[in-house]
C-alpha cells in the first residue's frame, strides 16, 4: 500500500533552515506511515527568469505539489501580523476545494479577534457597532466568533473532520516546535488515514 503524501504548508519556507525544519516533519510523518511533501522538494531551473517568472514557477511548481498529495497539515502560527501566512492560507483553501482533508496547528494560543485587537494597539481602540460587533480603526469589522484564525480557513479544517492543534510555546520557538504538528499526525492516525 502506498504511503499518503501530506502536503506541509506554512511559513517554514521562509526560515533560514528550511530544509532542515522540512526533515524534521517529514521524518514525523514517516514514523506515522505517511510520506511528507515540502515545497522545496522540486528541483527548479531559474536561470535567465525575471522575478516574476520565478514567482510563477515556483507557484506552478507548488500546485503541482498539491495536486499529487492526499491532506494537507497547515501551519497557522501568525505570521508578520495577527493571522497567518497569506500563502498558507491559499494553499488551505487549494486542497479543501479538492475535497482533500486540511489539518492545522498554530503555536499562538489565543483568537483572532484578540490577536487584531493587539495589532491596532488594544482593544481601547476599538469601536462597538450597534449591532454589536467590534470594528476596527479603520471601520472594518473584527470576527468575534472564538476562532483561531479567519473562520474560513477554521471551517476548513473543521469541515475536514479535525480540530486545530493550539500550543503555547515561547515567542523564540514559534515557527519551529512541532507539538502541534505530532498532534495533527496522531489525529490522521487515529481517524484511520
Not at 503524501?5 to 530544509?19: E, S
Not at 500563502?87 to 489565543?110: D, F, H, I, S, W
Amino acid at each position: 500500500m502506498t504511503a499518503k503524501r501530506i502536503y506541509l504548508a506554512g511559513p517554514d519556507v521562509f526560515l533560514p533552515d528550511a530544509l532542515e525544519a522540512a526533515e524534521r516533519k517529514k521524518k514525523l510523518c514517516r514514523s506515522r506511515g505517511f510520506e511528507g511533501a515540502f515545497p522545496f522538494d522540486a528541483v527548479l531551473d531559474f536561470a535567465r527568469l525575471t522575478p516574476r517568472q520565478k514567482a510563477m514557477r515556483i507557484y506552478h511548481s507548488d500546485v503541482a505539489l498539491m495536486d499529487s498529495c492526499d491532506i494537507c497539515i497547515a501551519h497557522m502560527t501568525p505570521y508578520r501580523g495577527p493571522s497567518m501566512d497569506v500563502g498558507t492560507a491559499y494553499e488551505m483553501g487549494y486542497m479543501r476545494a479538492q475535497g482533500k482533508p486540511v489539518l492545522g496547528y498554530t503555536n499562538v494560543v489565543g483568537d483572532i479577534f484578540a490577536r487584531t485587537a493587539d495589532f491596532v494597539g488594544g482593544r481601547d481602540r476599538l469601536r462597538l457597532r450597534e449591532s454589536g460587533v467590534h470594528e476596527d480603526p479603520d471601520s472594518m469589522m473584527i470576527e468575534g466568533m472564538g476562532m483561531v484564525d479567519n473562520l474560513m480557513l477554521d471551517g476548513g479544517v473543521i469541515s475536514s473532520g479535525f480540530e486545530i492543534e493550539v500550543t503555547d510555546v515561547p515567542h523564540a520557538r514559534r515557527y519551529v516546535d512541532l507539538a502541534g504538528f505530532e498532534r495533527c499526525l496522531a489525529q490522521l492516525t487515529a481517524k484511520g488515514f
